[in-house]
C-alpha cells in the first residue's frame, strides 16, 4: 500500500498551485477557505485515485475538500493567516485535523481508529509545513499548503497510517488449521 500511496503526493504541489493561481495569498479566513477548497479538491483527487480500489467512492474527494476549506479557515482565524514557522505548523495541525476527521468517517473502522487517522494526519501536516519552511524560500507568499519537501514528508507517514488502518479494517483471513476440528473438516 506504501508504494501505491506515493504518488498522492503530487496532489498537494498540484493542489497548492492551482489555489494560488485562482485566489492568490491566503491573507484571512476568506481566501483560506476558498483555497482550501480547491487544494483540498485536488488532493482528495489524488488520494481517491489509490483508494478507489479499496471501495473508496468520490465522498473522499468531497469531504477532503470540504476538511480543507474548515481547517484552512479556521488556522487562518487562529494564527491571523501569518507566516512565521510557528503559524505554518499551526496551520499545518489545524487543517490536518480538520481534513483528518473528515476522512475518517469514511475510512476508519472504529471511533480509536477514526481518532489515531485525525491525529496521524494532523501531525504529519504540521510536519510537512515545518519541513517546508525549512525549505522554501516564499513561505511569506501565504500558500495554504506545503510544498513538495513537505508532501513527501506527509505522502510517506500517512502512508504508514494508511497501511495500519486498511490492516486493521480487513481481518486476516483464517486459515483452515485455525479452525476447531469440526469445522475444518466440513
Known sequence: MIVRWLPTFLGFPVGGWLAAQAVGSVRGPGSAALAGLIAGLAIGVAQWLVLRSRGADLRWVIYTA???????????????????????????????????????????????????????????????????????????????IFGSSGALVVTVLTGLGMRWLLAVKTPAKVAPAALPVAEAHR
Not at 487543517?95 to 494532523?122: D, K, P, Y
Open 66 to 144: 470540504l476538511g480543507m476549506t474548515v481547517g484552512g479557515a479556521a488556522a487562518a482565524v487562529l494564527t491571523g493567516a501569518e507566516t512565521d514557522v510557528k503559524s505554518l505548523v499551526l496551520t499545518g495541525i489545524v487543517a490536518g485535523a480538520a481534513v483528518g476527521a473528515a476522512q475518517a468517517t469514511l475510512l476508519a473502522s472504529s471511533l480509536r481508529a477514526g481518532i489515531a487517522w485525525s491525529a496521524l494526519v494532523s501531525i504529519a501536516w504540521g510536519l510537512g509545513w515545518l519541513t517546508t519552511a525549512n525549505v522554501i524560500v516564499d513561505a511569506e507568499s501565504g500558500f495554504i
